[in-house]
């Protein structure tokens, strides 16, 4: 990207899992490098304005940069921005209002607004823009996303959305969206999974216990399939018991808790989801980690297969 070829990269993988860390971590470096860093979040409630990803970087650029530089990055564009960041107003208080066109044209007109005020911005310095928990975002985001991929295949622009993949269904408007930009030359996708057991190691080690034993470190990472999130907090759990540098009995199963927060976190999860989908998951949860379709159809027989599939 600093060297004049567009990226959108994509950070999936499922809550806890460190998407946004390593998004932190890279901004970091590419700030170190001397590129410019935008960043915008989704917000899970409702009542968002919307846009609301693309407002917050938009915005934090209008406070700090003048009214000769806005005006020379948005041009023409800047009524067009003002009606999702008001602030712009502010700083160009002559701005006349955009004339008025159909909802389709009105929102091209947007769309073209803010991809060419973010390329012109890369010219002089590379960007990097962050857009993270995109499975949050509403469907006009989405819809700029794909138009300005189309357009930043020769700018400095790196962009880095995050979004929780087992949140998106084939129903969900990000998997639309994503199937759109695959066919872009300057997408990628990143699929995180859990870290392995050097990893699992270097983290119990790094809260000081070096005579960990290499049972309870394997114990921890089955236990928490590597998740780092939910890593933190059962080695948290263990040391505040002083259990990490306990030895083990040989043959004897290493038995580990739920923290809170990590109940904490899978309980708001499942307070989105209806009843019918949480009797399926408590027959699920009874029978086991694997099991047959057929076995669970059989214990819920009042339920279509097709249905029972959409859960």
Not at 272 to 282: A, E, K, N, V, Y
Request: aromatic share 6%.
């Amino acid at each position: 990207a600093m060297a004049g070829h567009g990226q959108l990269v994509m950070l999936a993988g499922e809550p806890g899992i460190g998407k946004t860390s390593i998004a932190q971590e890279l901004t970091s470096r590419a700030s170190g490098l001397g590129a410019r860093i935008l960043w915008g979040w989704c917000y899970e409630r409702e009542g968002a304005p919307p846009y609301w990803p693309w407002v917050q970087p938009i915005q934090s650029y209008i406070a700090e940069a003048s009214a000769d530089v806005l005006e020379s990055l948005m041009g023409l564009g800047a009524a067009d921005i003002a009606d999702i960041a008001p602030e712009l107003r502010e700083k160009l208080p002559e701005l006349e209002p955009p004339p008025a066109l159909d909802s389709q044209q009105t929102r091209f007109r947007l769309f073209n607004s803010i991809s060419s005020f973010l390329n012109n911005l890369a010219r002089s310095q590379a960007l990097v823009l962050v857009l993270d928990d995109l499975h949050w975002a509403d469907t006009p985001s989405l819809l700029l996303l794909e138009f300005l991929a189309q357009s930043m295949t020769d700018s400095k622009i790196l962009v880095i959305g995050t979004y929780r993949d087992i949140e998106v269904t084939r129903q969900h408007p990000l998997s639309a969206s994503l199937a759109q930009l695959s066919r872009s030359p300057v997408f990628r996708r990143l699929t995180l999974s859990g870290l392995e057991s050097p990893d699992v190691s270097q983290m119990v080690r790094s809260f000081g216990d070096e005579n960990a034993s290499t049972e309870l470190i394997e114990a921890i990472r089955v236990h928490t399939e590597g998740n780092p999130l939910f890593l933190l907090e059962v080695i948290r759990l263990l040391a505040d018991r002083d259990s990490l540098a306990s030895p083990t009995e040989s043959g004897t199963p290493v038995v580990l808790g739920l923290p809170q927060g990590v109940s904490e976190v899978i309980g708001q999860r499942l307070n989105r989801l209806s009843p019918d989908c949480m009797d399926i998951l408590t027959m699920a949860a009874v029978i086991g980690r694997q099991f047959e379709f057929k076995l669970l159809k059989n214990l819920s027989e009042d339920i279509s297969e097709s249905r029972l599939l959409d859960f």
